[in-house]
């Protein structure tokens, strides 16, 4: 072929695969997640959390999850911190006026710190159900609409003017999850 064939594949093989990426259907991502996010920053420590959905997509790797961590980090939000932590997890759904609870776990105890990865945390996840009842026959999770995750991360902290330890922390939410 010609350098003059050559220099006009190049851009044409471009635009066509360009076509083909927006014409062409692509995998729906089937979770929704937010990471490493400061709740609360005190004088000497750091309360960060991660909060994510996911959803059953056929032809994805996906289940009805949903997840959160609590991590403990020094003052500068980056230098892992060795702390007792807590953490609660709800799954909520909208429903029309509000966000419900569907279902949930915690509070969870444990301790947070590092390795090699970085920091490690105290972590919970839950199954849930669109449709799912619960013993009693109420419905739990209802059909199909706007589902999150919600997580309280909180670490233990000793208060001189109590004179004992107290929780401090936030709430982290993983954004809203369109749910079939």
Not at 31 to 41: G, W
Not at 54 to 71: K, N
């Amino acid at each position: 072929m010609s350098r003059r064939g050559t220099l006009f594949l190049g851009p044409l093989s471009t635009i066509l695969a360009l076509l083909l990426m927006t014409a062409l259907p692509q995998p729906a991502q089937a979770y929704t997640q937010r990471t490493y996010v400061t709740v609360y920053q005190g004088s000497s420590y750091c309360v960060q959390a991660t909060a994510g959905i996911d959803h059953l997509t056929p032809g994805v790797w996906s289940a009805y999850q949903a997840w959160g961590t609590a991590y403990a980090l020094e003052a500068d939000c980056i230098t892992p911190k060795v702390m007792n932590a807590r953490i609660n997890l709800q799954v909520q759904r909208w429903n029309g006026t509000k966000w419900q609870w569907c279902v949930g776990r915690g509070p969870l105890y444990g301790t947070t710190g590092s390795d090699a990865w970085g920091p490690t945390g105290l972590s919970a996840n839950t199954s849930y159900e669109p449709g799912q009842t619960s013993p009693y026959g109420s419905t739990l999770c209802g059909g199909p609409g706007w589902y999150r995750t919600m997580v309280q991360a909180q670490v233990s902290v000793w208060d001189p003017f109590a004179a004992s330890y107290i929780w401090k922390g936030g709430t982290l939410y993983s954004g809203d999850e369109w749910v079939e």
